[in-house]
């Protein structure tokens, strides 16, 4: 009974860790890709009219 209750705790644990390295890195990859084109934009403002 007791290992069935710590596989299915350590499978959770497991899978929570899994879930937020992948929010931290697509956290990561959209702050870059908006600092990057947040940079080209004000490179090319002159171009921008509205």
Known sequence: MNEK???TISVAGAGSIAVG?????TG???GILGIVCG?????RRKDVTF
């Not at 390295?21 to 890195?25: A, G, K, Q, S």
């Not at 940079?39 to 490179?43: A, E, G, I, N, R």
């Open 39 to 43: 940079s080209v934009l004000l490179k």
């Open 21 to 25: 390295i992948i929010v931290l890195v």
């Open 5 to 7: 209750i710590y596989k």
């Open 28 to 30: 990561i990859v959209t």
